[in-house]
């Protein structure tokens, strides 16, 4: 016999308590991700009243009781083991799960590092229910008789007891109390069909009953969101190619300055991630302020079996079959449903509810007229004549400008497309018999004013005032035509065949990574649809040989090492379409009517007209609002009129 075979063995199995508190360090963080188990646990047994207790903001109790269907005496001993789940029994099982959980580790670990209580009833008769602890370092269950209404009640005491050292990273109760709800609130939005509560310390936090209609819905999210959500949130429903996404996208202007408010759920389940963050982020790219974030309450419905939800210990991550395919239907959603922000479409809303309307809200704009009405007020579009530009512009913006023109040498012509002009009552009237006359909407019928309604003069050069059917509307008359002018340019270069390209001089070396390379060996065809034409010229090295004639000026580096990253972790890039739009962005900046413009009232008009006809007009291209509106009650209130 060797020496080393006398020697004690340096590897053992762990016992099953310790076993379970290191499984803990990935599930229990802390209060909240206790209650998210529970919660989760109680949702999967079909239970149609949930309700949440906890104390000391979770660090002393945490309590769930639910009416699901109940655990049944003889599965009670498994219910506490490691591994041991009734929601998947097979391979096949995992790859199509549809249940919130399925490992079978939540109540192990949650026992393992508290006084984990277990009171659960399969029948109808509340004196067949029956107890369950974990007891001892071998963790095992005893089994009690417990009187219980149908149902599962789950208590968890004294978290982190046995753990010190996890124990002393809770925060305040304050802060403890905020992550619970915040856990609440995700479960809470995810099932509106299921009545919920929440109590901190013997007080209800929130009481939410359950609801089938959409203003059920919506009453829900204005009670844990706000009202200003709702308020100011666009519902999206749109289906295709077996992907369903409904739920509620936030204007632009209602953005916040963190991502507190964004709520994502793909089949049911929360998730936090990268892609769905990306696609989200590129449909709110030219009309979110710089450093805001978008609030949103999404819903996305697929097969559960392109969609791989076992990739988390906690589950918060999930990982698409198809990523690009799933990635371009929530871009071309998100972005279809903000570019449907203009006046024309805004709804009326209750406007002597509201003391202040603006583009923020969709309770901000007058209702579309009938089409049949469309007529009465159906004026020419703006046509401003080029006036010296006395403020003085970057000569690189100028000799973009000249790009442009010389790619698109009519753009001038039709940037801002004539209408026929209306038949509106008055509106045979000269140009300078409006100047001394403001046009006035028509007293018989107040409802036949366009949503901005007429123009009634400018305050300073900036601001152009306008009456409509619920009050005054002030349009900043620079940012509104910024953006009609982008748009337009988009449009035009939408509409033209293909990205107009020019090679390099000297094609631009790079030292790449050879991931870089291999994206851009497997993304030949994606790559040359962005008008770069990129080579292998080595195992490090690419070479860029042409670029889109818009960024002939721009850094062909940056360029392609962002679109490579892009196209690497979410196979779709943005970044050609982002730099051109931005510089597009710029030119149409240079390119607007400027403060201190006098403006005739048909001119005001005109562009009032245009707003109305011009997708994402509620914002400018950096974001900011572009009018805004206040009611008559909200001007009778500054007058004191009636009190």
Known sequence: MSESSSLPSRIHVLDPRLANQIAAGEV???????????????????SQRIEVEIEQGGARLIKVRDDGIGIREQDLPLALARHATSKIGSLEDLEGVGSLGFRGEALASISSVSRLELVSN??????????????????????????????????????????????????????????????FRRQALSRYDITWVLRHNQKVVHQLPAGHTAAAQERRIASLLGKNFIEHARYIEREAGGLRLSGWVGLPTHSRSQADQQYFFVNGRVVRDRLVAHAVRQAYRDVLYNGRHP????????????????????????????GRMVHDFLYSSLHHCLAASKPAQESDGDASDASEHSAEGVNGAAAEPEQTDSTRWQQQGMALSQAPDRHPGAEKVRRFMQGYQALHPNHEDTLLTPQPPGAWAGSHQSVSEVREAPVVMPESDPTSAPPLGFALGQLHGIYILAQNAQGLVLVDMHAAHERIVYERMKNQLAAASGIDTQPLLVPVSLAASRTEVATAESEQKAISQLGIELDVAGPETLL??????????????ALVREMLEELARFGRSHQVETRIHELLSTMACHGSVRANRRLTIEEMNGLLRDMERTERSDQCNHGRPTWTQMNLKALDRLFLRGQ
């Open 544 to 557: 860029v040989r042409q670029l889109p004639a818009l960024l002939a000026q721009a850094d062909p580096e």
């Open 295 to 322: 609030v949103f309450v999404l819903y996305l419905t697929l097969d559960p079996d392109v969609v791989d939800v076992n990739v988390h210990p906690t589950k918060h991550e999930v990982r698409f079959r198809d």
């Open 122 to 183: 399969a029948e109808e008769d509340p004196r067949t229910g029956w107890r369950v602890v974990a007891e001892g370092r071998g963790m095992e269950a005893r089994v009690t008789p417990a009187p219980h209404p149908r149902g599962t009640s789950v208590a968890v005491r004294d978290l982190f007891f046995n753990t010190p050292a996890r124990r002393k990273f809770l925060r305040t109760e304050k802060t403890e109390l905020a992550h619970v709800e915040e856990a």
């Open 28 to 46: 229990v963080e802390r209060p909240s991700s206790v209650t998210k188990e529970l919660v989760e646990n109680a949702i999967d047994a079909g």
